[in-house]
C-alpha cells in the first residue's frame, strides 16, 4: 500500500510540475506581453540590427523581455533577423509579436518636394527611410548613372519628380535611387515626351523652365499663364530674365542655399553664371528647385496668350500684372518698387 501510495504521489507530482511548465510556456508564447497603451507601437530594425539591438527596441515595449528571447529562440527567430518597419498591437503575445516582425514589414510613405539641391533632398529622404544622407548623396551624384541615365551635374535633380511614395523603410540609397528613376520614365509618358517636343524642348529642358515658373509664383491656377510668358520671351529670342535664377546663381556660387534674398539688385545681374538669364540666353542648364507636377505640367500646357512680362501685384498678393509692352510693364513695375521700397526691402 504505501508503495503505491508513493507511486500515486509521485505520479501526481510529476503531473503537476508538467503542468506547471506547460503553463509557463503556453504564458510565454501565448499571454499578452505590450507595454505600451495606444493601440499600436512601430519598430524599426536596422539591416545590420543584432538580436541584442531587437531587444534595446522591444524594451520599452514588452512587459516580460525574458519571455520574448525565450520564444525567440525557440522559434529561430535570433538567427533570422528581419530588417525594416514593424507595427505591434495592444496585447499581442510573443508568439504574434515574433510572427509580426518576421513576415509583416509595412511600407512607408516618402514625400519630397522643393528642394534646391541633391544634398537637400538626401537630408529630407533620410528622414524617411533607413538610408542616411551621405550614402544617398554619393549615390544620386555617381558619375556612371548619371552618364548611363543622360543626366548631369546640373540636370540630375530633375529626375527626382515630387510626390508621395510607396517603400519599405529599410530601403538603401541605390534602391532608392534606381526607383526614383523608374519614376522618372514613367512620368514621362510618350503624351508628356509628344508635348515637349511640340515646344522645341526637352524634358530637362521642361523641369528647368518648370523651376522658373515654381518660384516665380506659388498660385497654381496663375503658372500654366507665367510658363507662357517665358514661353513667348523664348520663342522671340528674348532673354528670360528671370529673378530667380540670379538668386539661385548667387546661392549657388556661395553653397549656401539657406540664404533669403528678397530683392534683386542691378550688381547682381552682371554675375557671370551659366543660371543668370540676365546674361544668357534660353533655358538655365538644370533647375533652380524642384519643381512641382503642376509646374511641369503648366510648361507643358501654357496659357496662349501675348504677355512678355510680368511683376507681383501689390494690390492682390501672390498673383501678378502682365504686360505685352515693356512700357506698359514699366508702368506696372512702379506700383511694386515703390511698394518694396515702402517695406524697406533692400535685400
Not at 538610408?131 to 548631369?152: I, M, R
Request: aromatic fraction near 12%; charged fraction near 25%.
Amino acid at each position: 500500500m504505501n508503495l503505491k501510495k508513493v507511486l500515486w504521489a509521485t505520479a501526481i507530482l510529476g503531473l503537476l510540475i508538467c503542468g506547471f511548465i506547460s503553463y509557463q510556456i503556453y504564458s510565454a508564447i501565448f499571454s499578452p506581453n505590450t507595454l505600451f497603451n495606444n493601440d499600436e507601437a512601430y519598430v524599426y530594425i536596422a539591416s545590420d540590427a543584432t538580436f541584442s539591438d531587437v531587444k534595446t527596441s522591444l524594451e520599452p515595449l514588452l512587459q516580460d523581455l525574458s519571455t520574448f528571447e525565450a520564444v525567440a529562440k525557440r522559434k529561430g527567430y535570433i538567427t533570422n533577423i528581419k530588417a525594416g518597419k514593424y507595427a505591434l498591437k495592444k496585447g499581442m503575445n510573443n508568439n504574434e509579436i515574433i510572427n509580426t516582425l518576421r513576415s509583416a514589414n509595412i511600407p512607408v510613405q516618402v514625400s519630397f518636394n522643393n528642394q534646391e539641391s541633391v544634398a537637400l533632398l538626401a537630408g529630407r529622404i533620410s528622414e524617411q527611410i533607413e538610408a542616411d544622407s551621405l550614402s544617398l548623396v554619393q549615390t544620386f551624384n555617381d558619375p556612371d548613372f548619371l552618364k548611363e541615365s543622360k543626366f548631369n551635374e546640373d540636370s540630375k535633380l530633375a529626375m527626382y519628380i515630387p510626390n508621395t511614395y510607396e517603400f519599405f523603410w529599410n530601403t538603401d540609397a541605390e534602391s532608392f535611387r534606381d526607383r526614383m528613376k523608374t519614376e522618372y520614365d514613367r512620368f514621362w509618358n510618350e503624351e508628356r515626351l509628344q508635348k515637349a517636343k511640340n515646344l522645341g524642348l526637352s524634358p530637362n529642358e521642361v523641369t528647368a523652365l518648370a523651376a522658373i515658373v515654381q518660384k516665380e509664383t506659388a498660385k497654381v491656377d496663375e503658372r500654366p499663364r507665367v510658363a507662357g510668358v517665358y514661353l513667348n520671351r523664348i520663342r522671340r529670342g528674348m532673354l528670360l530674365q528671370a529673378d530667380p535664377t540670379v538668386i539661385y546663381a548667387i546661392k549657388k556660387e556661395t553653397g549656401n542655399y539657406d540664404t533669403i534674398i528678397k530683392r534683386v539688385l542691378f550688381r547682381d545681374l552682371e554675375m557671370d553664371s551659366p543660371y543668370n538669364t540676365y546674361k544668357y540666353a534660353g533655358v538655365p542648364p538644370g533647375p533652380i528647385t524642384m519643381p512641382d507636377i503642376s509646374s511641369i505640367d503648366a510648361v507643358l500646357n501654357p496659357e496662349k496668350h501675348d504677355y512678355l512680362y510680368f511683376v507681383v501685384d501689390v494690390s492682390n498678393f501672390g498673383y501678378h500684372m502682365f504686360a505685352k509692352t515693356l512700357a506698359q510693364h514699366n508702368r506696372n513695375k512702379v506700383q511694386y518698387i515703390r511698394w518694396l521700397n515702402q517695406q524697406k526691402v533692400m535685400r
